[in-house]
Nanobody
């Protein structure tokens, strides 16, 4: 069983940076495809960034050039480095591990079902203008 816990959210001004962490207990993360999703009030959950077991990464167009998704060397912590934040980045951010190991592009487009994935509880990011 994999237990994911996110942290690092907070309130920042436009143009600021935050680094979110997703710590795994129970299993190393490198066996899965991993992703960050976000959901703003009244909006659907959207994929932000994803990485597969080979290290291939992909990003939503809205965050390309601003966000990166590194995995630590111990393969137990997934990060989301967010730079040049904008008010439209305000949302609850979730990390997820896709047990099926689907490609990052597929994971971003289609969040994995609950019975084939592990999810954290979320961390709030608020960006003010």
């Amino acid at each position: 069983q994999v237990h994911l816990v996110e942290s690092g959210g907070g309130s920042v001004q436009s143009g600021g940076s935050l680094r979110l962490s997703c710590v795994s207990s129970g299993h190393t993360l490198s066996d899965y495809s991993l992703a960050w999703f976000r959901q703003a009030p009244g909006k659907e959950r959207e994929g932000v960034a994803a990485i597969d077991s080979s290290g291939y990464k992909t990003y939503a167009d809205s965050v390309k050039g601003r966000f990166t998704i590194p995995l630590d060397n111990a393969d137990t912590t997934l990060y989301l480095q967010m730079n040049s934040l904008k008010p439209e980045d305000t949302a609850m951010y979730y990390c997820a591990a896709d047990v099926a190991g689907r490609s990052p592009r597929v994971v971003l487009a289609t969040p994995p079902p609950l019975d084939r994935s592990y999810w954290g509880q979320g961390t709030q990011v608020t960006v003010s203008s």
